[in-house]
T-cell receptor, first 113, second 115 residues
């Protein structure tokens, strides 16, 4: 079965520290896409970063980078120099062969001043 | 210049009523989606439309009926609301249904509370 697993329901990190949010996925498809979304307390879903299964390099977008380890089926999100505004729920997601996108249960990140 | 917008943002209603949630995207995307986020924050896809045509229809009660008057709009109509329908409903859009790895852009969500 295809699924996304986020094992950290909650994390507390000191401001300005780097943080890694874990995501593992399970699929037998050779081609897939991996996403990270941020959901602040206001509720909207904000796209952060995308990694294609055939991409040779890890994706980066500003302070966000995706540590993609294909053999381990992991797609961890790394946020460098965390800020108070990074406090939110973070969802890892995967687009399957049938074009459906499935989400993990999320990790709630708290940045401490 | 909101990309994906939903109305209303909050909806509180009695059990048994019929309600609609509207979604519009001004990104020129071909594909639109509806998701339900339950109280445990788990997101599940409900429907997907590509150019006004239904593509994905998950196991959703037929009380839920999506309507797409044009490719920029995908409205969700819910009949005979039940307590279990209380959730946050997200609309999303992506450029193309053919490109399986297209990024989806989400609306702000509609928090539905059924009393």
């Amino acid at each position: 079965a295809q699924k996304i697993t986020q094992t950290q329901p909650g994390m507390f990190v000191q401001e300005k520290e780097a943080v890694t949010l874990d995501c593992t996925y399970d699929t037998s498809d050779p081609s897939y896409g991996l996403f990270w979304y941020k959901q602040p307390s206001s509720g909207e879903m904000i796209f952060l970063i995308y990694q294609g299964s055939y991409d040779q390099q890890n994706a980066t977008e500003g302070r966000y980078s995706l540590n993609f380890q294909k053999a381990r089926k992991s797609a961890n999100l790394v946020i460098s120099a965390s800020q108070l505004g990074d406090s939110a729920m973070y969802f890892c997601a995967m687009m399957r062969r049938d074009d459906k996108i499935i989400f993990g249960k999320g990790t709630r990140l708290h940045i401490l001043p | 210049d909101t990309a994906v917008s939903q109305t209303p943002k909050y909806l509180v209603t009695q059990m048994g009523n019929d309600k609609s949630i509207k979604c519009e995207q001004n990104l020129g995307h071909d594909t639109m989606y509806w998701y339900k986020q339950d109280s445990k924050k788990f997101l599940k896809i409900m429907f997907s439309y590509n150019n006004k045509e239904l593509i994905i229809n998950e196991t959703v009660p037929n009380r839920f009926s999506p309507k797409s008057p044009d490719k920029a709009h995908l409205n969700l109509h819910i009949n005979s609301l039940e307590l279990g329908d209380s959730a946050v409903y997200f609309c999303a859009s992506s450029p193309s249904q053919r490109e399986r790895t297209d990024t989806q852009y989400f609306g702000p969500g509609t928090r539905l509370t059924v009393l």
